[in-house]
T-cell receptor
Framework: AQSVSQHNHHVILSEAASLELGCNYSYGGTVNLFWYVQYPGQHLQLLLK??????LVKGIKGFEAEFIKSKFSFNLRKPSVQWSDTAEYFCAVSAGYSSASKIIFGSGTRLSIRP | GAGVSQSPSNKVTEKGKDVELRCDPI?????LYWYRQSLGQGLEFLIYFQGNSAPDKSGLPSDRFSAERTGGSVSTLTIQRTQQEDSAVYLC???????????FGPGTRLTVL
């Protein structure tokens, strides 16, 4: 069964700093990978996803993530964060070729941006 | 509807009572997921329905938890004989309509006293 690890529980940055949040998954086969964000008081929403093709995926609000198969990683990056990026970020994985499979989430990383 | 809706938004119950949580999916979405979000624990997968297939119940923490999805639409998560450790936000998400994206509802915050 697949699993996801997010090693950073809480990250604090100043505005304009660069961001990288780690995500490692455990599964030997084909995977689909996601990053979700939950802003304070709001629903979870999709930031970006990888199913196949270019391993560098660009999402909304300037976020990107790179799938490195050899490292079982899908780290989230943003070159310059803003105060409005304060939120909780979840990495998720689903297994197999079909998009119709269960999605397993990591424990989340809380990002706090100092204005 | 415009999005996934869940009811009630908040539920406070006494230990030992049964509770039912409801999820109304986006019309036409064939996949439906239940998750539990506890403080500092991230999202814990509970159960997954896909069309008419047998649900994937591998995440249900005990036999006190059950869920059904009637007519491939509305889903109900039932927790029997609630315990204090069941206190959490229960999230429903659906997927379908040709998109790979999960859409989450606002959640039900369950507090067991």
């Amino acid at each position: 069964a697949q699993s996801v690890s997010q090693h950073n529980h809480h990250v604090i940055l100043s505005e304009a700093a660069s961001l990288e949040l780690g995500c490692n998954y455990s599964y030997g086969g084909t995977v689909n990978l996601f990053w979700y964000v939950q802003y304070p008081g709001q629903h979870l929403q999709l930031l970006l996803k990888y199913f196949s093709g270019d391993p560098l995926v660009k999402g909304i609000k300037g976020f990107e993530a790179e799938f490195i198969k050899s490292k079982f990683s899908f780290n989230l990056r943003k070159p310059s964060v803003q105060w409005s990026d304060t939120a909780e970020y979840f990495c998720a994985v689903s297994a197999g070729y079909s998009s119709a499979s269960k999605i397993i989430f990591g424990s989340g990383t809380r990002l706090s941006i100092r204005p | 509807g415009a999005g996934v809706s869940q009811s009630p938004s908040n539920k406070v119950t006494e230990k030992g009572k049964d509770v039912e949580l409801r999820c109304d999916p986006i019309s036409g979405h064939t996949a439906l997921y239940w998750y539990r979000q506890s403080l500092g624990q991230g999202l814990e997968f509970l159960i997954y329905f896909q069309g008419n297939s047998a649900p994937d119940k591998s995440g249900l923490p005990s036999d006190r938890f059950s869920a059904e999805r009637t007519g491939g639409s509305v889903s109900t998560l039932t927790i029997q004989r609630t315990q204090q450790e069941d206190s959490a936000v229960y999230l429903c998400a659906t997927r379908g309509g040709g998109t790979d994206t999960q859409y989450f509802g606002p959640g039900t915050r369950l507090t067991v006293l």
